[in-house]
């Protein structure tokens, strides 16, 4: 078939039909995925769409799962309120203090075995250092008692041992308040803590016989046992005022009086660690006697208290 063209008379060709080009550009499409390797599709298995949904409406079901879970996670997280976010910030592991207790031959077992305990019982990494001759770890008590401490006096002094504690805690007990004043290595520990103003206690004999010949309680008021109270130095006021109480505290420096007050000297140490709750929660498992308990019953034995009269 041919046409006119409007610039000559004679015919021009007329393009091939639609129908008659199919054909080609078929086979032609066909050779060429034959040729080209196959790949697996992203949208294999998604439902077939019509050409005219939107592009939004073609997306495989699987991306919109996972856009669906993200915004899920999303919205969880922005429904947080400041409650659940302190809750959070609270169950993070507050780093335990560090705890040094020496202990010798002839220590009070009663004072050194309380202030380990409770001070463990805190939440507090205590560390018992033997203060004896040879690296020896073991140390019998002034009655008898056998301790084997963590480490011996060489792992805690000397260069390249550790020294931040947070609290050094001496029991009393002789001779063993003595070694401990007199062990030239453990000086050097005590002497170290003191100047870098962190807290220390002693109890029984220590603050006498450990800390007043070194000038730890210039200034301070402190206490001590009964048979070694009148060796404190010091002012008339932190001599005489102090003397009997069962604690003192006075800045950095705790020291008590003996076996019978350790238990209260060590929840003081808690306290001073971590608080007066912290120091209260301990102290509750225990059935400590509070300072301001009733008066007992007549079938109550309780030390030197006149007990209740019933009818």
Known sequence: ????????????????????????????????????????????????????????????????????SR??????????????????????????????????????????????????RA????????????????????????IT???????????????????IAVPGGMPGAEYIADHIKFHSVLEKHFRAGKLMAGICAAPAICFEPKGFLEGYAATAHPAFVDELGGSLREHSIHEKARVVVDNKMVTSRGPGTSLEWALCLVEQLYGAEAAKAVAAPMVVQ??????RTSLEWRLDETPITTP
């Open 1 to 68: 078939r041919t046409t006119p063209s409007p610039d000559a008379g004679s015919p021009t060709p007329a393009p091939p039909a639609m129908s008659t080009c199919l054909p080609t550009i078929s086979a032609t499409s066909s050779a060429i995925r034959a040729l080209a390797p196959r790949r697996p599709s992203l949208f294999r298995g998604a439902p077939r769409l019509s050409q005219n949904a939107p592009v939004m409406q073609r997306r495989p079901a699987t991306v919109g799962r996972r856009l669906s």
């Open 71 to 120: 915004s899920t996670v999303v919205r969880a997280v922005e429904k947080a309120d400041a409650g659940e976010v302190a809750a959070a910030a609270a169950a993070v592991e507050v780093p335990k203090k560090r705890v040094l207790v020496p202990i010798a031959d002839g220590s009070e077992e009663i004072e050194a075995v309380t202030v380990i305990d409770v001070l463990r």
């Open 123 to 146: 939440g507090a990494e205590v560390v018992v250092v033997a203060v004896a001759p040879a690296g020896r770890t073991e140390v019998v008590c002034s009655r008898g008692v056998r």
């Open 149 to 167: 401490a963590d480490v011996s006096v060489d792992a805690v002094a000397g260069r390249g041992a550790r020294g931040d504690w947070d609290l």
């Open 290 to 295: 509070p300072a301001n308990a009733r008066l």
